[in-house]
């Protein structure tokens, strides 16, 4: 069996690591695994198709940034990604995140329709059945379970300076992504297979299928000299995102300092060099890093992690953090606070300050024991990477058996 994958990155980032779990688990399993991705990551054990190039990116973004026209371009790119795939001829296609100013929507779907050939979609975020946006939440607007236009997050991600095309957009992504005839979608959360119904994408099967991580990596680790290498001097309250955007509460954590008592340390992971720079007094800053081992070591040292995010789907960060033992507590956002139960974290309504403050003091009295036992099990439970890769084989050996 071949198992072809399609998404922005390969072994980078969240989407990025979890097709490459996926593709460790069919060369395991005695199956070819390829990966077809936009952006160079980390080596991969999947034989990897690289999708364009520098420039081919760049004149996509120019015609999203002009004419809000994203996914439509790189049409040449797309052309060729094609032929590759004719030249395998995988037994399943596999998509993940099919934007990021790399893909022409409208060349892939139309050949996947003509190859006819089973086709397998893990949502990551909200783009494919938006007119514009990746989520839509932030603004509450739910024009998308009808039809988009007039789009409020027009300058959000991917950002259009001038046109507004989100109904043009709207109506050829649903001619596009509809009408498939072995096409079975994944939601990784319950709040993402509810939107899914809600979208005109409900033709289709959706299956469940949570994300996972390695949690013989993601494990509590006693071991203080993580705090030594990056200067941590206090208890702290941790903070991990790819990129640290708006969207992620940066300024939440900015505010969270100045309640805090001065006993206890905001440590940020994923930061830039000027966001660095601009940090009061009492947020440590370090940059990203795509060493498991180290993120492994800041997770279990942490008192508490924190997820102030505005706009998610299921954030890996909060199951890392479980895996390691320690408590999450995140906003009421997408599928985040599905990851915990009242036994090992709290969910706090978006934006308030004071409730994130109390639930981490309410946390620290508790002691972090109280919690540690049941974050390492409920990770365990539901949240190993191998639940996760044998969801999807079970769905890739269906799917071939129909075939």
Same mark, same amino acid.
Request: proline content about 4%; cysteine-free.
């Given at each position: 069996m071949k198992i072809f994958q399609i998404n922005s990155t390969v072994n980078t980032g969240s989407h990025g690591r979890i097709a490459e779990e996926i593709g460790l688990s069919l060369i395991a399993a005695g199956y070819e695994s390829y990966i077809a991705a936009a952006y160079a990551g980390r080596s991969s054990r999947s034989r990897v198709i690289k999708i364009g190039n520098a420039f081919d990116r760049y004149m996509h973004g120019l015609k999203t940034r002009l004419f809000d026209r994203h996914g439509f371009g790189s049409k040449t790119s797309t052309k060729r990604l094609i032929n590759k795939i004719r030249e395998i001829n995988p037994d399943i296609i596999h998509l993940h995140n099919i934007h990021g100013y790399y893909l022409h929507t409208g060349v892939l779907f139309n050949f996947l329709k003509a190859a006819?050939? *089973?086709?397998?979609?893990?949502?990551?975020d909200c783009w494919p059945f938006t007119g514009h946006c990746s989520y839509f939440d932030r603004y509450n607007c739910y024009k998308w379970e009808t039809e988009c236009y007039n789009c409020p997050n027009k300058k959000g991600y991917p950002s259009s300076w001038l046109i507004d095309n989100s109904r043009r957009n709207y109506r050829q992504k649903k001619m596009l992504f509809t009408g498939l005839a072995k096409m079975v979608l994944v939601a990784p959360c319950r709040w993402m297979e509810n939107h899914l119904k809600n979208s005109f994408l409900n033709e289709? $099967? !959706?299956? !469940? @299928? +949570?994300?996972?991580? #390695? @949690? =013989?990596?993601?494990? *509590?680790?006693? #071991? =203080?000299?993580? %705090?030594?290498? +990056?200067? @941590?001097? %206090? %208890? +702290? @309250?941790?903070?991990? /995102? =790819?990129?640290?955007? /708006?969207? %992620?509460?940066? $300024?939440d954590f900015k505010e969270l300092r100045k309640i805090l008592p001065s006993e206890f340390e905001i440590v940020l992971v994923g930061l830039s060099a000027g966001q660095i720079k601009n940090l009061p007094s009492g947020i440590i800053g370090i940059t990203r890093t795509e060493n498991t081992e180290t993120l492994s070591e800041l997770y279990s040292e942490a008192e508490v992690f924190v997820n102030p995010t505005y706009v998610d789907n299921f954030p890996s960060t909060n199951i890392e953090a479980l895996a390691c033992g320690t408590p999450v507590i995140t906003y009421i956002t997408g599928g985040s606070p599905e990851a915990i139960d009242e036994k090992t974290g709290v969910v706090v309504e978006k934006g308030n300050i004071k409730m994130l403050a109390q639930a981490i003091m309410t946390i620290i009295k508790n002691g972090k024991e109280h919690y540690s036992k049941n974050c390492r099990a409920r990770s365990e439970m539901f949240f190993d990477k191998n639940i996760m890769c044998s969801g999807y084989l079970s769905l890739y050996r269906e799917l071939f058996q129909e075939n």
């Open positions: 006819n050939k *089973p086709v397998v979609w893990t949502f990551h289709y $099967e !959706i299956r !469940i @299928i +949570y994300n996972g991580v #390695d @949690i =013989s990596i993601f494990k *509590p680790a006693n #071991d =203080s000299r993580v %705090k030594e290498k +990056y200067n @941590i001097k %206090k %208890k +702290y @309250i941790l903070g991990v /995102a =790819s990129k640290w955007t /708006a969207r %992620k509460g940066l $300024e």
